[in-house]
């Protein structure tokens, strides 16, 4: 059942949450389903409605730095940052507290928080008064939900409860970073905060981890990486990530079946069926656009998808990021064309 976030609402999901049941919401990037993040069995069922394996550790939403604390240790550089950019899309790994079930953090003795912004979530946060553990909420490898009706669709018939936030206003998920070496402040997942402005906050570089930034099919996951699958994302319509933007003869050519999306409006006179990710010209919209535009190219009417890659600035690598992956998939598990 689909809610609109009234008081009776809220007071009704967080009972539901108490009680150790699901329910989806709606974050500023992309939409969660969420679970009491100390029941170590309500967030068992999380990894069931996914079908998400349990190596792969769930990041815990609080709703503000009192509540990181009580879960994780903060140093300074994740106290500094947390002050500029909480609430919102970046999400820190920390050493754990003990209270955090091992379920949570696949064993692991980090665990990932963030502030979430959206004001309907921190509303049922300051209702329910509980840490929520939430991983996005689609089916595992599949594309991420950045409305209530993509939650309906994918999981509607395994979960009971969505609250509805509206279309999310960034579109794709949160930014990772390690924190725990102050000195050396690692990006795991690029996301909705720019590499850029983390730079900026601590007044020195910030790298995104090796394994990100070369990634090889090739090389053995190591223990850095549970959010660095190669797989994910994926439409099941073969995907491409372009190196290079579309050339005006090429856009000039139909290409029937072939979804050919920029990232910008195209050239006038190019084929009638180009799509493209933003009007403006900005990364924020195009990331805003993203997973919807590939769900819907995802609905069956063409048989492969090229995507031109996006620009290297503001959100361009995080909108690059998810594009590798999900063309990866296609890559790997090739699938006949439909006719
Ligand atoms: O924007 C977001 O981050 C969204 C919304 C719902 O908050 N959440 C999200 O969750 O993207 P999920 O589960 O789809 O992705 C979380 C990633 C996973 O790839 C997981 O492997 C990684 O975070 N992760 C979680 N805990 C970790 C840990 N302790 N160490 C390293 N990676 C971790
Ligand atoms: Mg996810």
Redesign the pocket.
């Known amino acids: 059942m689909i809610h609109s976030g009234s008081e009776a609402d809220l007071i009704f999901l967080s009972h539901i949450l108490r009680s150790g049941g699901l329910v989806a919401v709606p974050?500023e990037?992309?939409?969660?389903l969420a679970a009491h993040a100390l029941d170590a069995s309500a967030c068992e069922a999380i990894f069931r409605a996914k079908g998400r394996p349990t190596h792969?550790?769930?990041?815990v939403?609080v709703a503000d730095i009192a509540g990181a604390t009580a879960l994780a240790h903060l140093n300074e550089v994740a106290l500094r940052l947390a002050h500029r950019f909480w609430p919102g899309?970046l999400?820190f790994?920390l050493p754990k507290k003990p209270i955090v079930p091992s379920i949570v953090?696949?064993g692991?003795d980090?665990?990932?928080i963030?502030v979430?912004a959206h004001p309907l979530l921190r509303a049922l946060l300051a209702r329910c008064k509980l840490p929520l553990a939430?991983?996005?909420?689609n089916p595992f490898g599949y594309i991420?939900p950045t409305t209530a009706a993509h939650v309906q669709a994918n999981l509607g018939e395994r979960i009971a409860h969505i609250l509805d936030g509206g279309p999310c206003a960034i579109g794709l998920?949160?930014t990772?970073v390690?924190v725990r070496d102050p000195k050396d402040a690692v990006i795991?997942?690029p996301?909705?905060i720019p590499q850029a402005d983390l730079a900026a906050a601590l007044g020195r570089p910030v790298r995104i981890h090796q394994r990100m930034a070369t990634p090889s099919p090739a090389e053995p996951k190591g223990e850095?990486a549970?959010?660095?699958?190669d797989r994910h994302y994926s439409p099941r319509t073969p995907l491409v990530l372009r190196e290079r933007a579309f050339s005006l003869e090429e856009l000039l050519t139909p290409s029937p079946k072939v979804a050919r999306v920029c990232f910008s409006q195209p050239p006038p006179g190019a084929a009638a069926d180009v799509l493209h990710l933003t009007s403006e010209g900005s990364t924020e919209e195009a990331a805003r656009r993203l997973f919807a535009l590939l769900r819907w190219l995802d609905g069956g009417a063409f048989a492969r998808i090229e995507m031109e890659p996006a620009p290297p600035t503001g959100l361009g690598p995080a909108i690059n990021d998810r594009l590798r992956r999900a063309a990866c998939q296609s890559q790997q598990m090739p699938r006949p064309t439909p006719g």
């Open positions: 974050t990037t992309v939409y969660g792969d550790p769930l990041i939403h899309p999400t790994i953090t696949s692991r980090t665990v990932a963030r979430p939430a991983p996005s909420a991420s998920e949160s990772i390690d795991l997942r996301g909705g850095l549970p959010g660095m699958l």
